[in-house]
């Protein structure tokens, strides 16, 4: 019986670029990803941020689209930390960001926040109240609670009891795993999607969703004074079901990098090109990027 997990003969994987300065000039703006493109949560990626220097440089407003739960001033900090320079963006839009404009529309909203203090900053200046499951009225998701040792499964008594009492998921990250230096974490996009799978109910505040969207490119116009066409506009991302899906349902043009959360399906080692029978099974049945990239690079 024919292995249904291999490509099949015919397929075609996507085209590889030599780098951003291939296609920089035909763009306006280029929305891009950040964990697994810039920086893998550990150490930052040099060569993937002076492409964006030098894309500004060419004229470029890049946005950097994040499905990170926290505001932006929290990812700021972080990249300066990390060592990725300020001059390689115009401005940031996180998940963070969205959630938080979805909760000022809640007013009074008595919220359970199911992942780590590290997150609390989601909910601060705004007019609701965290509270025990037992006593609200949402499940604001930012993550696990641990996510070095949990999996979403950790979850399933509390998802069942959730589930009992009809209480919605507010999704503030729709990842569902996430580099951190050489390992996959789980993020609250798994949790929402098996919340779903118990009949559940999630909103999603980030990529692949309009609204994080709509959040940068109003922030890229702001900037530039004027939109941008959509012809006019790149993506760049590390995630299939996110940064792509998510580009291809917006019109985007987009360019995959396939070192990041991808690498070990992609049976890529750091630097090296994926195997193409690899590649073309990963983007069987989705729309090709523009073209695929190991990492981020001018």
């Not at 199911?114 to 499951?133: A, K, M, N």
């Not at 109910?201 to 609204?211: D, I, L, R, S």
Request: proline content about 7%; glycine content about 10%; charged content about 20%.
């Amino acid at each position: 019986m024919a292995d249904d997990t291999l490509p099949r003969a015919g397929l075609t994987a996507p085209p590889s670029i030599a780098g951003l300065s291939t296609l920089a000039a035909d763009y306006d703006v280029i929305l891009c990803d950040i964990w697994g493109v810039l920086h893998n949560g550990i150490i930052s990626f040099a060569q993937a941020s002076d492409a964006l220097i030098r894309a500004r440089a060419g004229g470029a407003c890049v946005v950097l689209i994040t499905n990170a739960p926290r505001p932006r001033a929290e990812i700021i900090a972080m990249l300066d930390r990390l060592g990725v320079p300020r001059d390689a963006y115009d401005g940031i839009v996180t998940s963070g960001d969205v959630t938080r404009a979805l909760l000022e529309a809640k007013p009074g909203a008595r919220v359970f926040h199911l992942g780590p203090p590290r997150d609390r900053p989601t909910f601060e200046g705004i007019d609701v109240t965290l509270t025990p499951l037992a006593d609200c009225d949402l499940v604001a998701c930012t993550g696990l609670f641990d996510d070095e040792t949990e999996t979403p499964d950790t979850y399933l008594d509390m998802l069942t009891a959730m589930k009992a009492r009809d209480l919605p998921i507010l999704c503030a990250n729709p990842d569902i795993v996430v580099e951190r230096g050489d390992k996959l974490i789980y993020c609250a996009g798994a949790i929402a999607r098996l919340y779903e799978e118990l009949g559940g109910a999630a909103v999603y505040c980030g990529k692949p969703y309009g609204p994080i969207y709509d959040t940068a490119l109003a922030l890229a116009a702001a900037a530039r004074g004027e939109p941008a066409a959509r012809e006019r506009i790149l993506a760049i991302g590390d995630g299939l079901h996110t940064d792509i899906v998510g580009a291809n349902g917006m019109g985007f043009d987009c360019i995959f990098i396939a070192g990041g959360i991808h690498a070990i399906e992609l049976k890529i080692l750091e630097g090296n090109d994926p195997e193409p029978e690899a590649l073309a099974g990963l983007f069987h049945g989705h729309t090709h990027p523009k073209g695929v990239m190991p990492r981020l690079f001018w």
